[in-house]
C-alpha cells in the first residue's frame, strides 16, 4: 500500500482557482497562450499513463487563448472563463473533433457541430483542449467499459477513477484541466468526482441543454461541470446553464448567480439556518464504515456551521437501482438504434448488404456492457412485458419523486454518501455487472427525480481514498446545493 501511494502522489495536482488565473490574466503575468502549452506538456507527460485523454484539439485550444491574450493585451474586459484550460467528455460534441463516446462503432466520426454547453464555454472564452476518456455511451461506474482502455485514478493509479465520467474528473484530479464537463445519467458525475476528490455537478434535468450531448437515456442524462472546488464548479455552471430553443426540454428559468449563492452563510444573520435532511436509509447495510464516518463527521461540520439536522425518509430507495436499469435501458435501446454502421463511424468490412451490415456493425462496434443493455432495455419495452417492466418502472420513479418532494416541504437539502464505497481497484468489479450497478444505489434516485445536487470531497478513508458528500436539492436549488458544499469545503475535512 504506502509505495503504490507514494507512486500515486505525483499524480495528484491541484489546478489554480479561476479567480487567481483570472487576476493573472488580466495582470499579464499569465499569457493564456503559455497556459494552454503548459498543459499540454503536463497532459503529454500524464497521459500515457492515466489515459484521461482521447484526442487533443490543439489548434482550437491555441487560437482561442491567442484571442484572449489579444483582450488581455488591450486591456479589453475578459469574459467569465478567459484563457481557462477546460476538457469535455467524448459524449460532447465538438465540431470537427472526434467523438467516439468511448465506442468502437463511433471510431471516425466528426461531427460538424458544437454541442450548446461547449458552445457556451467557447463563448465565455475557455480554452478546450480536448476529448476525455469516459465508459462506452457513459454506460458504467468505472470507465473501464471504454473501448479504448481504462482511465487510472490519480489518487491510485491501482484503482478506478470512477464513471463514467472517469477522465472528466481524473482530468480536474492530475491538473490536466482546471475544470471539465461530463454527462450524468445515474451518476456518472458524482461518483467519479467523488472517486477523485474533486467536485461534481448534477444540475437540475433541464437546466442544462442537452444539444450535442450524444444520447444515453434521454429522460435522464444531464451535462454538468467538474472542477477543484465549489465555487469555480458554481460559475461553470453559471456559464453551460439556461433555455436552448435546440432542447425543448431544457428549462426557461433565469439562471442565478452561482457562484455568489456559493458564497452565502449556512445561516445568514437574522436568519434560521439551512435545514438539512440526512435519509436513514443512505446509511443502512452496504455502506463501508470509513465512509459513513468521513459523512458523520461531515454532518457534524454542518451542524457547527449553523444548520439544522434531521432526519426525513425515503423508503422507495431500495427500489431505486431495477427501477433505473429498466429506464435507463429501455431508453437506451431506442437511443442506440441510430448506430447502424450506414450512418456514423465504423463499419464492418464483413458485408456490404444492408440487413446484414447492421447487424456486423454493430456486433464488432460495440462492447459488451452496450449489448446487455440493449437487450435488456429491448426485452423491458416488448409486447407482453411492457406493462411489468417498463410501465411499472415509470409508476415507481414517480414515487421516488414525490418522496424527494414531500422532503422537500420540510428540509432545504439532503446530505447521503455519494456512494457506498471508495475507489475500487482495477478489475475488481468488471466480472460482475450486478455488483458495478448496486454501487450507484446512492445516485441513481435524484437522477430518476430530476432534482440537482454536488458532490465535495468529505475527508479520506485511511488509505488516503478521497470520500465525497452528495447534496442533494430541489428542482432549480442548486445555488443551495453549492451553498451546503461550500461549508462542507471550508471544513477541511
Ligand atoms: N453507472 C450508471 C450506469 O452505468 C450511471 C451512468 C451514467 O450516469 N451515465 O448506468
Redesign the pocket.
Known amino acids: 500500500m504506502p509505495s503504490e501511494a507514494k507512486a500515486a502522489e505525483t499524480y495528484v495536482e491541484k489546478p489554480r482557482t479561476l479567480a487567481e488565473l483570472r487576476a493573472d490574466l488580466i495582470s499579464g503575468r499569465t499569457k493564456a497562450t503559455d497556459l494552454a502549452s503548459s498543459y499540454y506538456e503536463r497532459i503529454e507527460k500524464k497521459n500515457p499513463r492515466l489515459n484521461v485523454y482521447l484526442s487533443l484539439t490543439k489548434e482550437r485550444a491555441l487560437k482561442q487563448a491567442e484571442r484572449v491574450d489579444a483582450l488581455a493585451a488591450k486591456g479589453d474586459p475578459l469574459p467569465a472563463l478567459a484563457g481557462v484550460p477546460v476538457g469535455i467528455k467524448d459524449v460532447l460534441v465538438m465540431q470537427g473533433a472526434p467523438a467516439t463516446a468511448g465506442s468502437k462503432i463511433l471510431q471516425g466520426y466528426r461531427p460538424p457541430y458544437d454541442a450548446t454547453a461547449v458552445a457556451k464555454l467557447d463563448a465565455a472564452g475557455a480554452v478546450l483542449l480536448g476529448k476525455l476518456n469516459c ?1 462506452e455511451f ?4 468505472s470507465t473501464e467499459n471504454s473501448a479504448y482502455g481504462p482511465v487510472r485514478n490519480p489518487v491510485d493509479t491501482e484503482r478506478v477513477p470512477g ?2 465520467s472517469g477522465g472528466s474528473a481524473a482530468a480536474v484530479a492530475a491538473n490536466l484541466a482546471v475544470a471539465t464537463l461530463g ?6 458525475i458524482r ?1 467519479p468526482a467523488s472517486f477523485c476528490g474533486v467536485v461534481g455537478v448534477l444540475p437540475t434535468y433541464g437546466r442544462v441543454s442537452r444539444y450535442g450531448l450524444i444520447a ?1 437515456a434521454s429522460s435522464l442524462d444531464r451535462v454538468g461541470p467538474f472542477a477543484a472546488n465549489v465555487r469555480d464548479a458554481a460559475t461553470l455552471l453559471g456559464v453551460i446553464a439556461g433555455h436552448d430553443a435546440k432542447d425543448a426540454t431544457s428549462s426557461a428559468a433565469p439562471v442565478p448567480d452561482y457562484a455568489a449563492e456559493s458564497d452565502k452563510p449556512l445561516k445568514e444573520p437574522g436568519k434560521a439556518g439551512l435545514r438539512l435532511g440526512v435519509p436513514a436509509e443512505y446509511f443502512a447495510e452496504g455502506l463501508d464504515d470509513e465512509v459513513r464516518a468521513a459523512i458523520e463527521g461531515g454532518i457534524a461540520a454542518l451542524k457547527a456551521a449553523g444548520c439544522t439536522v434531521k432526519p426525513v425518509s425515503l423508503p422507495h430507495t431500495k427500489y431505486a437501482i431495477p427501477t ?1 436499469y429498466l429506464v ?1 435501458t429501455a431508453e437506451a435501446s431506442a437511443n442506440l438504434a441510430r448506430f447502424d454502421g450506414v450512418r456514423y463511424g465504423y463499419r464492418s468490412a464483413e458485408s456490404e448488404i444492408l440487413s446484414s451490415l447492421y447487424r456486423h456493425s454493430r456486433d464488432e462496434g460495440f462492447g459488451a456492457e452496450v449489448k446487455r443493455r440493449i437487450l435488456l432495455g429491448t426485452y423491458a419495452l416488448s409486447a407482453g412485458y411492457y406493462d411489468a417492466y417498463y410501465l411499472k418502472a415509470q409508476q415507481v420513479r414517480r414515487l421516488l419523486a414525490e418522496e424527494y418532494l414531500r422532503a422537500f416541504a420540510e428540509v432545504d437539502a439532503i446530505v447521503t454518501p455519494t456512494s457506498p464505497m471508495p475507489a475500487f481497484k482495477l478489475g475488481e468489479k468488471t466480472g460482475d455487472p450486478l455488483a458495478m ?1 448496486l454501487a ?1 444505489i446512492y ?2 434516485t435524484a ?1 430518476l427525480a430530476g432534482i440537482c445536487g454536488v458532490t465535495v470531497p468529505c475527508g479520506t478513508t485511511q488509505a488516503g481514498l478521497p470520500v465525497g458528500m452528495q447534496v442533494l436539492a430541489a428542482h432549480l436549488h442548486e445555488g443551495t446545493a453549492f451553498r451546503v458544499a461550500r461549508a462542507v469545503e471550508s471544513a477541511h475535512l
Open positions: 465508459d457513459a454506460m458504467g461506474s464513471g463514467s454527462s450524468d445519467t445515474g451518476g456518472s461518483q444515453f433505473y435507463a450497478y450507484d445516485t441513481v437522477s
